[in-house]
């Protein structure tokens, strides 16, 4: 039976990888010293995660019976979502849209700031930009879901070690590897592990 750790861990892992915020990551790895760009990142994706589980305790006080079926269908129409948005994209290495929005909003931020940053300048840049990326995100949303019905301690840290490892993998080789990454095999992906979450909630709540 998976635990809140792993859980966490690999619904993160999967699903940041070829995300918005990857991309934002890479692209401001580029142009910027990377040790502040991952904290930056890092920092963002982590104070989401303590967000969502303390708003996934909040849930928790509602009735087991609510909750249980509320993450079954959670997950459940993730996976089946992302089933489907795999069988409609291309064989392309990665999503061309997903890339141009994480330009967009780098650029947008990058006007709005001086030309010479300072060293604090790049990490918050970094932890906006990352910050309003991941608002709404379905790992967002997974991760409450999963705080509501799992040891809040053990998805916390799984959640963000697994966002820790995507900047790492971002602002390391993320150029490199953002080429390679195929984004409709980690949708796939993604999907059947949503899928597995909801069988596992459905078979601990019995």
């Known amino acids: 039976m998976l635990t809140a750790f792993t859980a966490g861990l690999l619904l993160i892992t999967v699903s940041e990888l070829g995300d918005k915020t990857f991309f934002i990551a890479v692209i ?3 142009h910027h010293p990377r040790r502040l760009v991952f904290i930056g990142v890092t920092a963002a994706l982590a104070a989401m995660t303590i967000l969502s589980v303390i708003f996934g305790q ?3 006080f509602l009735p087991k019976v609510f909750i249980h079926y509320a993450e079954i269908a959670l997950f459940a129409a993730f996976g089946i979502k992302l089933l ?3 069988s409609k994209m291309s064989s392309a290495a990665c999503d061309t849209e997903v890339v141009q929005e994480a330009e967009a909003a ?3 931020a990058d006007l709005q700031l001086p ?3 300072t060293g604090l300048a790049i990490v918050i840049e970094a ?3 990352t910050f309003m990326a991941e608002w709404g995100d379905r790992t ?3 991760t409450i879901a999963l705080a509501a019905g799992n040891d809040p301690i ?3 840290i799984g959640a963000i070690l697994g966002h820790a490892i995507c900047a790492a993998i971002a602002v390391i080789g993320g150029k490199m590897i953002a080429g390679r990454i195929s984004e409709r095999q980690l949708t796939f992906v993604g999907g059947c592990l949503f899928l597995v979450f909801g069988i596992v909630a459905a078979v601990e709540g019995t």
Do not use: P
Request: proline share 0%.
């Open 28 to 30: 401001l790895a580029m």
């Open 58 to 60: 909040a849930v928790s």
């Open 84 to 86: 489907y948005d795999a």
């Open 106 to 108: 780098v650029k947008q």
């Open 115 to 117: 030309k010479q940053k």
């Open 127 to 129: 932890f906006a930009l």
């Open 140 to 142: 967002q949303i997974a």
């Open 154 to 156: 053990g998805v916390t």
